[in-house]
């Protein structure tokens, strides 16, 4: 049985949250909701959502400043932005500060579904890169601080991780050495793991 998705809205319009919670459920979403930007915040960091529907003009709390934060602390969450026409341009600046969307009020409940079903495909992604990106960082520690591990993989290259459910490009980046794409993908190596894997670029290259 699949589990469905979980949606927060984040609006002080009991209207439309209302309406959000209504057409929501009636798709299969399991909905909850928030009437204030900061409700919203501390509902979403303590239970944690697949997707964050969130107003951008609310007295408590800017949405700006909800979606900064969800994107700092919870970054495999999916936010799409509920804008007024004059917002507009807001709603451009929360989309480059990595909101999935926007909707325009009033919008329609296929445009509601249209941007929530975007939404949990964008955080189904982001959750796998965030799963790799994690297992990427395990290797490389335990390849740093464990000389037998870490000289199996140095031998036998990336056959030693096949038992890891990593991406090929992630098996070839971690045998060949491969910072720059390992740091894109998963993010900053301690200067261990940066050693480790330069060692490995050199062996590769003499």
Known sequence: MEIPQQILVVDDEPLVTRSCRRVLSEA???VETAGSGRDGIRLAL???FDVVLTDLKMPDLDGME???TLRREQPATAIVVITGYGTIPSAV???KLGASDYIEKPFTPARLLQAAAEAVRVAA???KKHI???LVKEVLRLASRDRCFGASLTEKGACVLSGYPLSADAKAAIADGDIAWIEKE???LSAEEREWLARR???NAS
């Open 46 to 48: 303590r239970k944690g």
């Open 28 to 30: 299969g979403y399991k």
């Open 125 to 127: 992604e982001d959750r």
């Open 201 to 203: 670029f050199e062996n």
């Open 132 to 134: 790799q990106a994690t």
């Open 186 to 188: 998963c993010g900053d």
């Open 93 to 95: 600046e929360a989309a």
């Open 66 to 68: 909800v979606v900064r």
